[in-house]
Protein backbone atom coordinates (compact mmCIF):
# COMPACT_ATOMS: atom_id res chain seq x y z
CA UNK A 1 0.00 0.00 0.00
CA UNK A 2 2.30 2.59 -0.84
CA UNK A 3 1.75 6.20 -1.53
CA UNK A 4 1.25 8.02 -4.89
CA UNK A 5 -1.00 8.54 -7.50
CA UNK A 6 -3.04 6.50 -9.50
CA UNK A 7 -6.23 6.83 -11.73
CA UNK A 8 -8.01 4.25 -13.84
CA UNK A 9 -9.11 7.42 -15.86
CA UNK A 10 -7.45 7.81 -19.53
CA UNK A 11 -5.58 10.60 -19.55
CA UNK A 12 -6.54 13.52 -22.47
CA UNK A 13 -4.94 16.20 -23.43
CA UNK A 14 -6.82 19.52 -22.62
CA UNK A 15 -8.61 21.10 -26.01
CA UNK A 16 -6.81 23.41 -28.01
CA UNK A 17 -7.78 26.96 -27.15
CA UNK A 18 -9.27 28.62 -30.46
CA UNK A 19 -8.76 32.08 -30.10
CA UNK A 20 -7.74 34.00 -27.51
CA UNK A 21 -8.99 37.34 -26.46
CA UNK A 22 -6.34 40.18 -24.65
CA UNK A 23 -7.31 43.18 -22.56
CA UNK A 24 -5.16 46.65 -23.76
CA UNK A 25 -5.47 49.48 -21.42
CA UNK A 26 -3.95 52.84 -20.73
CA UNK A 27 -4.74 53.73 -24.43
CA UNK A 28 -5.59 57.34 -25.24
CA UNK A 29 -9.36 58.74 -24.92
CA UNK A 30 -8.89 59.98 -28.76
CA UNK A 31 -7.53 56.76 -30.10
CA UNK A 32 -9.66 55.69 -33.48
CA UNK A 33 -10.19 52.52 -34.66
CA UNK A 34 -8.23 52.91 -37.18
CA UNK A 35 -5.47 54.26 -34.75
CA UNK A 36 -5.51 51.24 -32.84
CA UNK A 37 -5.84 48.89 -36.40
CA UNK A 38 -2.47 50.83 -37.12
CA UNK A 39 -0.85 49.85 -33.54
CA UNK A 40 -1.84 46.38 -33.82
CA UNK A 41 -0.77 45.87 -37.74
CA UNK A 42 2.79 45.03 -36.52
CA UNK A 43 1.48 41.96 -34.96
CA UNK A 44 0.16 38.68 -36.72
CA UNK A 45 -2.56 36.50 -36.18
CA UNK A 46 -5.26 39.54 -35.08
CA UNK A 47 -8.57 38.26 -35.79
CA UNK A 48 -10.53 41.40 -34.48
CA UNK A 49 -9.77 44.67 -32.73
CA UNK A 50 -12.43 46.19 -30.32
CA UNK A 51 -12.39 49.32 -28.45
CA UNK A 52 -14.45 49.73 -25.56
CA UNK A 53 -16.73 53.29 -26.24
CA UNK A 54 -19.00 55.63 -24.12
CA UNK A 55 -22.47 55.36 -25.50
CA UNK A 56 -22.98 58.48 -25.46
CA UNK A 57 -19.70 60.35 -27.02
CA UNK A 58 -18.32 57.55 -29.05
CA UNK A 59 -15.01 58.12 -27.48
CA UNK A 60 -12.57 55.60 -26.21
CA UNK A 61 -12.90 54.72 -22.36
CA UNK A 62 -9.66 54.16 -22.68
CA UNK A 63 -9.26 49.94 -23.02
CA UNK A 64 -9.95 47.58 -25.94
CA UNK A 65 -9.02 43.91 -26.84
CA UNK A 66 -7.32 42.34 -29.55
CA UNK A 67 -8.60 38.61 -30.42
CA UNK A 68 -5.86 36.18 -31.84
CA UNK A 69 -6.07 33.59 -33.64
CA UNK A 70 -3.88 31.35 -30.97
CA UNK A 71 -1.94 31.59 -27.44
CA UNK A 72 1.29 31.93 -29.30
CA UNK A 73 0.71 34.95 -31.46
CA UNK A 74 -1.45 36.59 -28.24
CA UNK A 75 1.86 36.27 -25.97
CA UNK A 76 4.36 37.56 -29.10
CA UNK A 77 2.00 40.47 -29.24
CA UNK A 78 1.65 40.96 -25.65
CA UNK A 79 6.05 40.76 -24.96
CA UNK A 80 6.07 42.99 -27.80
CA UNK A 81 4.28 45.83 -27.25
CA UNK A 82 3.79 45.54 -23.62
CA UNK A 83 4.80 49.28 -22.32
CA UNK A 84 5.12 51.03 -26.23
CA UNK A 85 4.29 54.16 -27.23
CA UNK A 86 0.61 54.83 -28.53
CA UNK A 87 0.18 56.54 -31.36
CA UNK A 88 -1.29 59.76 -29.28
CA UNK A 89 1.97 59.64 -27.93
CA UNK A 90 3.85 59.64 -30.47
CA UNK A 91 2.54 62.82 -31.93
CA UNK A 92 2.04 64.83 -28.96
Known amino acids: QGGGLSSTRPIHPAPAMA ?11 DITDEDFEALMASQTGIVKTVLLKD ?3 GKCKGC ?29
Do not use: D, I, M
Not at 19 to 29: A, D, I, W
Open 19 to 29: EVKVFVGRLPR
Open 55 to 57: RAT
Open 64 to 92: GFVLFSTLAEAVACVEALNGAVTVSERLG
